[in-house]
């Protein structure tokens, strides 16, 4: 558990990033070029970890958009809602946070967050709910986003036809601690007058409303929540049509896939925790990229992990596995140029370079600044004559006997890993996480339909090759098998021609760009 001091001291600058932004987040892609948008991750760490390691960290050249529900339910809320405000605290300008109706004191007191805070922070628990409580309040409503064909409206949960965005892109949004408890009126009294009711009201809609679930017109009252509407199509175009939207992004409901389409498709909800609470959903994320008309869906499951039955180490290692990944992964693109300065280094050929000197070296060829000193427990052997550096490369085979064929396959394995995942989800065309056989067969003929329009491949060989992809020949490849396949094809064609059946030579330059 992060101590109080630092949790106080993230909340404090977080709170007063948000305290200088408007009402809803103004997003560009002509300067961000794309952008991730994330639903409800309902303090689940292992799937915002997945988020991230899958996907890379919030940069300023990597953008995301977190639509609220960050908090409750989950066990590591605290970890979640920290990590976020540290984002928004290295990069202002590419991380943008929208406000969620779980991101209410009152609603936190019920759904899990105020007693993890109790927990967690016994000593102090009051002054850290009290400042989480402000930073709730804090939150953007909504962000609009220019993706340079479309643009789009991202909230937490719908609308209604009371909605007035330019109302709300003026109200004081801090007043709203609580959508159950309404504040008191500026004017003294303890009822709100009827311009603040219309405001709390449009807040509530914004923050709890669903798309109707028998695509009835018009609006009524959400009776499963008790709070904000339902709204059904009709509701949607007219929205969509005042305000010059194409489409409204939102969460707030979980579903089987973790996205869906309604209203004919100009409503797309996304949720991002997996197996929530107990089920089996799959966790889902979107990707959106300048000038494009559709979006990327990316979905995924993280496996339960029981942490009380793991030991402290193992519980380290699981949460800072996406970091170490990263870590790996950059070592293995430079693993020639560090190999060559350990062996510069090492004079009299021993194996054994000092302490010091590795560190210098991590340093130069990596170009971070790590300490080295600390990590290198994790990283490679050491005796009394100092760092035995070509055990950090075995180390780096992962266990795996088969990587050690030839020195340059996890190098190249690692450079296109990003290429590669990209080049899946391609294939993956219902974004099941999986590649079917008529998704591998579909693909393969178009890459392999020769220049006089027929066919390049038979089917006989289309079979084979998917199965032999589908290594736990469960009739699928999964993104292991895929990539594992891809090395397997770079460490025999290091040795052996491809194996190839009636192809043309361009067919042949065709395959070859896919097996990098």
């Known amino acids: 558990v992060l101590h109080e001091k630092y949790v106080c001291h993230i909340v404090h600058q977080a709170r007063a990033i948000l305290k200088t932004l408007p009402n809803y987040n103004r997003i560009d892609l002509s300067t961000l070029h794309h952008i991730y948008i994330i639903g409800d991750l309902h303090g689940q760490l292992a799937d915002l970890l997945h988020i991230f390691n ?12 977190f639509n609220g529900d960050f908090v409750d339910r989950g066990r590591n809320s605290v970890e979640v809602i920290l990590l976020l405000m540290i984002a928004l ?255 510069k280094r090492d004079r009299y050929q021993t194996n054994h370079i000092p302490l010091k000197v590795w560190s210098e070296i991590m340093t130069n060829v990596l170009r971070i600044d790590l300490p080295w000193l600390t990590l290198r427990s994790k990283l490679v052997h050491e005796d009394k004559q100092g760092i035995l550096y070509n055990t950090m490369f075995d180390e780096y085979a992962l266990d795996n006997t088969k990587f050690h064929s030839n020195s340059g396959i996890m190098e190249d394995l690692y450079m296109w890993k990003d290429l590669l995942i990209r080049l899946f989800n391609l294939i993956d065309q219902d974004h099941s996480g999986f590649i079917s056989p008529n998704e591998f067969s579909d693909v393969l003929k178009l890459l392999l339909y020769d220049e006089n329009n027929t066919d390049g491949i038979n089917e006989a060989y289309i079979e084979e090759l998917s199965s032999a992809m589908d290594l736990d020949k469960n009739g699928r490849i999964d993104i292991n098998e895929f990539l594992e396949s891809f090395r397997i094809a770079n460490v025999k064609n290091s040795g052996k021609p491809n194996y190839q059946t009636n192809q043309s030579e361009s067919s042949n330059k065709k395959v070859q760009n896919t097996n990098f």
């Not at 996304?270 to 990229?289: E, M, P, Q, T």
């Open 54 to 65: 899958a996907n890379g960290l919030p940069a300023i050249d990597n953008p995301y958009i």
């Open 89 to 343: 605290i290295l990069y202002p300008s590419s991380v943008f946070l929208n406000r969620g109706n779980h991101e209410d004191i009152m609603v936190a007191a019920q759904y899990g967050f105020q007693d993890e805070v109790n927990r967690k922070y016994r000593t102090c628990k009051t002054p850290l709910l009290d400042l989480f409580k402000d930073i709730f309040s804090w939150l953007p409503l909504y962000s609009s986003v220019h993706t340079g064909k479309s643009k789009l409206i991202i909230i937490h949960g719908g609308i209604s036809d009371c909605i007035n965005l330019e109302k709300i892109n003026s109200l004081q949004r801090n007043r709203y601690v609580s959508m159950e408890v309404p504040p008191e009126s500026k004017s003294g009294g303890k009822r709100l007058t009827a311009d603040e009711d219309d405001e709390y009201c449009q807040i509530q809609d914004l923050l709890w409303s669903d798309p109707d679930p028998h695509s009835r017109r018009g609006c009524r009252h959400n009776n499963e929540r008790n709070i904000g509407c339902f709204f059904g199509p009709n509701i949607t175009e007219q929205f969509l049509n005042k305000y010059n939207y194409s489409m409204i992004i939102r969460s707030h409901q979980v579903k089987q896939k973790g996205y869906e389409y309604t209203h004919n498709e100009k409503v797309l909800t996304v949720f991002s925790a997996s197996n929530y609470c107990g089920g089996l959903n799959w966790g889902a994320i979107i990707r959106w990229d300048y000038n494009e008309q559709e979006p990327w869906l990316i979905s995924y499951k993280t496996e339960l992990v029981e942490m009380k039955t793991l030991s402290f180490n193992k519980q380290i290692t699981l949460f800072e596995d996406p970091a170490y990944q990263s870590l790996l992964e950059r070592i293995m693109t430079n693993k020639s140029s560090l190999q060559k300065e350990f062996e």
